[in-house]
């Protein structure tokens, strides 16, 4: 069994920057694939950006590429999302999620291939 707990959302002006934390406990070991996800009101849970937890391999979806980074920290077991440049149509419920691969190849955008997922954090950004 595996738990997400996200923090560090919020509310950030068109242009800033945020960090979250997704702190994962129990059994995280290799070849398990972590990402984040969002869901914006109307719309369906879409995949932002992944990382494999032991080959550090990334995947990242074009509406962010260039603003935002996955990065994991083994002494905590803990992953973050890194935004910048943050715009209004980022403004959504982020959620953390992980799964077990198998493998340390690129990690999938399928969010139906997840397995285990966090609470949410709500980021809105204003123009």
Avoid: H
């Avoid at 950006?49 to 603003?67: E, L």
């Avoid at 920290?73 to 959620?95: G, I, R, W």
Wanted: include cysteine; proline fraction near 2%; aromatic fraction near 12%.
């Amino acid at each position: 069994q595996v738990l997400l707990v996200e923090s560090g959302g919020g509310v950030v002006q068109a242009g800033g920057s945020l960090r979250l934390s997704c702190a994962a406990s129990g059994r995280i070991w290799n070849n398990y694939e972590m990402g984040w996800f969002r869901q914006a009101p109307g719309k369906e849970r879409e995949f932002v950006v992944g990382i494999n937890w032991s080959g550090g391999r990334t995947n990242i979806a074009d509406s962010v590429k260039g603003r935002f980074t996955i990065s994991r920290d083994y002494a905590k077991n803990t992953f973050y999302l890194q935004m910048n440049s943050l715009k209004p149509e980022d403004t959504a419920v982020y959620y953390c999620a992980a799964r077990y691969s198998g493998s340390s190849t690129t990690p999938t955008a399928n969010r139906r291939s997840y397995d285990y997922w966090g609470q949410g954090t709500q980021v809105t950004v204003s123009s």
